[in-house]
Structures are given as structure tokens and as C-alpha cells.
């Protein structure tokens, strides 16, 4: 493990461990279930043979601990209970280093017999997963193996590393969308309820050689006090026992925050997550980093200099797999060892925070009236609740009720609310410090559902409803019903017809008086350029879920041109405008992977949309529109230092023209997703208003966006450019935003 060049195909290491599983009686492994590529899913569990005879009556002791309600007499759980702790390698399967150490740390535990393992054998349960993105391991291995040896060699695979969403694989908590997320939750994370997760990850090449906790501002404000100083506390011992091992360039408080939820779900009930961030090599290929060009300017050190959270810098030179195995074979132990002399205490706390959470006054409870403008957005909120381990009653009116006095109310509670990003800044007046990831995850605002924070208790008996959400699912013809644009895609499928109402958005299998027309299925092209997107992997994703067929659209096919015979419309997911123009540079990749569209693309698009075609570009590409496409429209943001302007993943409230058919079926005002997003000084079917638009999140420069459009559509010859300034798939969430989508696919043709 760690070889210059070694590479790890997933059936070796399902192979490895099973033979582990027959060696030692101090090891189960199991298959948890299949990933969305049809490997199998694993986990293995390591303890005293003793603890594995009886994992069952431990599992039964974390629930207990999990759920103070249930539990009379504390003390014979905090005797006899273990310290679970759950370690997950390579989500992200360009980090290949975690997967080997995962595999040599399994056997250095199972076979060495030193007074710190003996320690961890006894008081612990170590639920090891090798990976929790087999698929991404073995897509990285067989591109890294195809390029050993060549100019490409360590260069990252030129499609995403999981089949929909990438490195968002790890965004993905709170929603659970992907097969992988569901099962971990499900089998691991809900089943064992860990004290801790480890999550082992690989950061750039040019800073620290490894991050541990503690974390930077912010700390998302429903994570228990309890838990970030136990999260700082094992970090910091992480950090002791990695210098005190002769391991530099290690570094805590820095880079990396703990804000959003969509990267963590086990604090968010009532267990720490422990990150660490190694420095990766070339994949398995060694790299040499002089000193000098260490980074100077990262959040919260100089990895160049010595301070007090980076006592002691790397000196620079050559790094390589083996040093980031050992660095992580450190921590691991580290972690562990610190899991099982701290048993009492992490167990009681376990049981602390449960209480804390349980005891929350305000608010009282979240209403989710039973009435909703879109039933099928609603029907998903409580599902996602409830998959998260949320307990939802139902009113005698029919009202779903989320009382805050359970466990499970700092996940709720995090999901339901607004949030109010602070204002951090690299100095006074200066550049806003940028957050690790997104500064809104307010469900109820992306999902267009009513929510309603509740002060007082709810007037009535409630009753407790198990799978609230499966009431809801019925056939919808109801145009402002997410629901519906299923139904309508499977009577397609039939073979059947599909009308619409062009004043209400309602759909019909027939036309029900004036006013409706009968629509066409629409043939969908989607851009996949070979710089892999994370947008349009969440793009057929989302496709796929409501069974719009699409086909691919690599750039020479587009280039090709003859698009009006195959497609109706042709989408361009969230990517720079010069990628999508140039692509992979020249000696980069190899050749079949070079380029882009360049202006024989351009070209046939022009042809596409003048013959009638529809164009839909999202976020960044609408500047390759403005670019190469001829529209008299400018991006007003563009350009502004951040100082002036920055919308770094909020929420922001836009008004929506009525009755235009990109809105059908929608209401007045909606918030939409803003990344870094584009807005222009054109006509608009949704439009900032003239102040107030931040909804959630951190919005700098309003002013810029006041009254400005946010989603324009424009003629180009015989077709029409759909400009959507947002994200409208946002990571599988936005369901509010779906039906523009879903509408401009299916736009009228004049």
C-alpha cells in the first residue's frame, strides 16, 4: 500500500477484505448494498472478538444513548457501552491515498498486538468503509493506469469520478440523492448512530501536508457547543501525536469552516465529524514542491511560516503517495486511541447533547401546512425529514408538525430556518473571506414549500405519522405540482397525449376547452464537455428522475451541426464560458480530449436556434451566450471585485412574470439559487426587486442586482436563448426552480 504508482482496483479490495473477514475473528464485513454502478458497497466492522459476538446488544446501547426519552438509568450504558467510530475513505477518488491506508490499517490492527490497539480493540467499535465511492476508485484507477507512463500521467480523468455528481458527492447529506449517500446513512449512520466520523480527505498540493480540526468560522449555530469543543479536542490530539511522530507541515484552525450541513450529517445529531485534509501528490505519482512555492495566503496561515496552529512547516521537497498514507495511518490511530481512553466521557456526552437538542425551546416547532402550492415539493421536505431521523405529527387539521423537542431537532431546525451568514472579511473593509462551500441551505425556500416556525405549541392532540410523505404521492395534472412533470413524462412514455392550459399550467391527457394546447415531448441535448461538470452530471441526474429522455452532446457532435434534425433544445450546464469554447489545452490530455466548442460549435448553435431551435444556458455558461451568440444584453456583475459584489451560494428573492411561459404554474416571487451568478440589463421573466433580496445566506452589493433581470429569454432568428442567471438543479434541491426548467423545455414552438 502507498507504492510510487500503486493503483487499487475495487474487487482487489473487496477481496482483501473478505479474506481478513476468514483470517481473524476480530473483523465482520459486509455488503450494505449496491452503488449506482453495481459494485459492492462495504463496511467493515473491528472489535475484541468478544464485542463482535454481541454487536447487536451494542447497537442497542447507541440507541439508548442516542435518545435520552428512552433512557432511565445512564450509568450501566456509560459502563458497558463502546465508542463507535466510523472512518470513510476516498468519497472523492482523485484522494486515492485513504483507500490504502484503510486497507493497511485494517491489517496493522487485526495483526499487531501494541498496547494502543489493544486499547481501541477493547473500547471501541471501529466501523471502517474503504470507500464510499467505489465506482469514482475504479474510474480513477483505470484512467490513471491508462496514462502511467505518458505526459498525462497524474492528471485527473476527464469524465466525474461518480456518475452524477462528482465531487458533490460529499455535498449531499441533507438531500440524499445518490445510492451511496442513502445506503450510509441508512446502514451505518442511522444504524449505529457513531460518536464519531472520521472522514479522511486530500486537499491541493501546495499547503499544509495535513489539516485536523479545529475548524475556522463560522460553525453552523445549531452544531452543539459540546461538540465543537470535543471536535477541537480530538483534533488538537491528532496534531499532537502527528508532530510528536516527526510528521510536519501540520495545521489546525485554518481553510476550512464548518457552516453547511450538506457536508456533515452525524453532527447534526449529536456526533462530532472529524475532517483531515492530506496534501496529494500527482493521484500515486510523486511531486516535487520546493519550499518557496508554498502557498503564503490561505485562510488562517502561511504555510511557508511558522505560527501558532502551524508550529512546525514542512521544509518542501519530494511527496509522495507513501508519505500521505503515512500521515493518514497516524491520524487514524490517533483518533481511534483518543476514542477509547475518552469512552465515559464521549458516551456521556453523546447522551448530553441528545438531551440539549431534546430540550430546545426555541422554537417551539416548525408547521408544514397540508395545503401546499406545490404537493410534490412537500412530499419530498418530509421525506428528507424523516430519512434524517426527524419526527413529524400530524394536527387535527391535517397540519404536518416538527416539534423541536426531540433529538433530531438541530437537523431540522438547520434545514427549516434562514440563515444569516456573517460578514467575515480578509480585513476591515476588504475582500469578503471566502466560505469552504455554500452559505444557504434553507430546504423550505429552495423547494417553494410554506413553512412555519412556531413560537407556541400547536392547539390539539398531535399524532405521531410514519412516512407522511407517501400520503401525498398521487397522479397530479396540477401545473404548480412537481409531481406532475413525472406523471405527464410516463403518459409519454405510453404513448399517450399531453395537454396544457397556457394561462394556469394545468396539464390534461385532452384538451378541456379553449385555451389548451397539446405539447410535444421534447428531444434534449445536454453539452458534455470533456472538462467534466459537476452541473451536468446533476443535470441528467435530474433529468432521469423525472424521465425526460436527453442525449449527451460531447463537442464534436455539436460541431458536427445538423442539431434542428435530432433536437429541440439543447442545454449548457453551469461551466466557464472558456471551457466550453476551448476545453482541455493542447498537451494537457490526449488528443481525443482536447479542445472544445471553438467556432465551428458556435456556428452550429447560431444554425440551430435561426431554424428554430431553443438554447438554455445556466449560470457561468450564459457569458459563452453573450460571448459567441450575438445577444445585445450585458451581465452586470461581471467583472465587480468582490468587495463590491458577492453572492457566494444564498438565496435571493426574484418576482416572476405572470403568466409568461417560463412561469406557468408558478407563483409571484420565489427565491432562486445565486452563485457567483449573472444578471442582466435586459427585460426579464424573473427580476430582482429594488431591495430586501437576500432570502438566506450572504449577499454583498445589492444594489448591483436591484431590478435587474435574472432570467431573460431572447430570439435568435426562428428560435429562442433561455438565460437562467441561478443554478436551477441546484444539487438536486431547487425544486422550486425545476419547473422553469421543466417549462423551458417544453416552451411552445410559435
Known amino acids: 500500500m502507498g507504492a510510487d504508482r500503486s493503483s487499487l482496483e475495487w474487487r482487489r479490495v473487496v477481496e482483501y477484505f473478505d479474506r481478513l473477514e476468514k483470517a481473524s475473528g476480530k473483523i465482520r464485513v459486509e455488503e450494505l448494498g449496491r452503488t449506482t454502478g453495481g459494485r459492492p458497497f462495504l463496511a467493515a466492522w473491528i472489535a475484541n472478538p468478544e464485542t463482535l459476538e454481541r454487536l447487536d446488544h451494542y447497537q442497542s446501547i447507541q440507541r439508548r444513548l442516542a435518545d435520552p426519552r428512552v433512557t432511565s438509568d445512564l450509568e450501566p450504558l456509560i459502563r458497558e457501552g463502546k465508542t463507535v467510530v466510523l472512518v470513510t475513505c476516498s468519497i472523492h477518488s482523485t484522494e486515492v491515498a485513504s483507500t490504502h491506508t484503510a486497507v493497511e490499517f485494517a491489517y496493522r490492527l487485526l495483526t499487531a498486538d501494541t498496547p494502543r490497539f489493544q ?42 469520478y461518480h456518475k452524477y455528481v462528482g465531487h458533490d458527492n460529499n455535498r449531499d447529506w441533507y438531500i440524499f440523492s445518490q445510492v451511496e449517500t442513502r445506503l450510509t446513512v441508512e446502514k451505518l449512520l442511522r444504524a449505529w448512530r457513531p460518536q464519531i466520523v472520521y472522514d479522511v480527505h486530500q486537499q491541493g498540493t501546495r499547503g499544509s501536508r495535513m489539516f485536523v480540526p479545529p475548524w475556522v468560522d463560522p460553525i453552523e449555530p445549531n452544531v452543539d457547543p459540546i461538540l465543537a469543543q470535543q471536535m477541537n479536542l480530538i483534533g488538537m490530539g491528532m496534531a499532537a501525536d502527528l508532530t510528536a511522530a516527526g510528521k510536519t507541515g501540520v495545521v489546525v484552525n485554518a481553510s476550512y469552516d464548518f457552516w453547511s450541513p450538506s457536508r456533515s450529517y452525524s453532527v447534526f445529531h449529536g456526533g462530532m465529524r472529524i475532517l483531515s485534509e492530506s496534501a496529494s501528490a500527482r493521484l500515486a505519482s510523486p511531486i516535487e514542491v520546493p519550499r518557496e512555492q508554498l502557498e503564503r495566503n490561505t485562510v488562517g496561515y502561511d504555510a511557508q511560516e511558522r505560527s501558532w496552529n502551524h508550529p ?27 476514542a477509547a481512553i475518552r469512552r465515559p466521557e464521549l458516551l456521556r456526552n453523546y447522551n448530553r447533547v441528545a438531551a440539549r437538542a431534546s430540550e430546545r425551546k426555541r422554537p417551539w416547532g416548525f408547521l408544514i401546512p397540508a395545503a401546499q402550492p406545490d404537493p410534490g415539493a412537500a412530499r ?70 410554506r413553512v412555519e416556525a412556531l413560537e407556541e405549541p400547536v392547539a390539539g392532540a398531535l399524532r405521531p405519522v410514519s412516512h407522511p410523505w407517501a400520503a401525498a404521492a398521487r397522479e397530479s395534472f396540477a401545473g404548480g405540482d412537481t409531481d406532475a412533470w413525472v406523471h405527464i413524462n410516463r403518459i409519454w412514455d405510453a404513448g399517450g397525449e399531453v395537454w396544457r392550459n397556457l394561462r394556469t399550467g394545468d396539464f390534461a391527457r385532452a384538451a378541456n376547452g379553449p385555451g389548451w394546447r397539446r405539447l410535444r415531448r421534447p428531444r434534449v441535448g445536454l453539452h458534455k464537455s470533456h472538462v ?56 494537457t490530455m490526449p488528443e481525443e480530449f482536447v479542445g472544445g466548442l471553438a467556432e465551428l460549435g458556435a456556428e452550429a448553435l447560431r444554425e440551430f436556434a435561426r431554424a428554430g431551435g431553443k438554447l438554455i444556458f445556466f449560470n457561468r ?33 426574484v418576482k416572476l412574470e405572470a403568466e409568461h411561459p417560463l412561469t406557468l404554474g408558478m407563483p409571484e416571487q420565489i427565491a432562486i ?18 431591495s430586501g433580496l437576500l432570502a438566506s445566506g450572504w449577499l454583498l452589493g445589492e444594489k448591483h442586482l436591484a431590478r435587474r433581470a435574472a432570467l431573460v429569454e431572447a430570439p435568435l432568428g426562428s428560435g429562442r436563448v433561455i438565460l437562467f442567471g441561478m443554478r436551477p438543479q441546484y444539487r438536486g434541491q431547487s425544486y422550486q426552480t425545476f419547473k422553469l426548467l421543466f417549462n423551458a423545455l417544453i416552451y411552445p414552438r410559435e
Open 119 to 160: 486499547q481501541i480493540l477493547e473500547n471501541t467499535i471501529l466501523i471502517l468503509a474503504p470507500s464510499l465511492n467505489p465506482d469514482g476508485v475504479d474510474i480513477v484507477t483505470n484512467w490513471y493506469r491508462k496514462t502511467l507512463g505518458t505526459p498525462f500521467e497524474g492528471s485527473n480523468p476527464p469524465e466525474l
Open 532 to 587: 467534466p461538470s459537476m452541473d451536468e452530471g446533476w443535470t441528467r441526474w435530474l433529468l432521469e428522475q423525472f424521465g425526460f429522455p436527453y442525449t449527451s452532446l460531447p463537442d464534436r457532435e455539436i460541431r458536427s451541426g445538423e442539431l434542428g434534425r435530432k433536437f429541440d433544445v439543447v442545454i449548457f450546464p453551469d461551466q466557464a464560458a472558456e471551457v466550453i469554447e476551448s476545453g482541455h489545452r493542447a498537451g
Open 380 to 449: 419530498k421536505l418530509l421525506e428528507v425529514l424523516e430519512f434524517g431521523e426527524v419526527e413529524i405529527e400530524q394536527s387535527e387539521k391535517g397540519d404536518f408538525v416538527v416539534r423541536m423537542q426531540q433529538p433530531a431537532s438541530s437537523f431540522a431546525k438547520a434545514l427549516l430556518e434562514r440563515q444569516s451568514y456573517p460578514d467575515l472579511r480578509a480585513w476591515p473593509g476588504g475582500p469578503p473571506r471566502r466560505p469552504y462551500d455554500a452559505t444557504a441551505h434553507t430546504l423550505p425556500l429552495l423547494m417553494g414549500v
Open 673 to 690: 439559487w445565486s452563485e457567483h451568478s449573472p444578471a442582466w440589463n435586459a427585460s426579464g421573466v424573473a427580476r430582482y426587486p429594488e
Open 312 to 338: 512546525e512547516p514542512w521544509a518542501g521537497g519530494v511527496w509522495r503517495l507513501r508519505d500521505i498514507v503515512d500521515y493518514q495511518l497516524i491520524a487514524m490511530k490517533s483518533c481511534l486511541y483518543q
Open 621 to 653: 455558461s450564459t457569458a459563452y451566450a453573450l460571448d459567441r451568440l450575438g445577444l445585445k444584453t450585458r451581465d452586470v456583475v461581471r467583472g465587480l471585485p468582490s468587495q463590491e459584489f458577492y453572492s457566494p451560494g444564498s438565496l435571493l428573492w
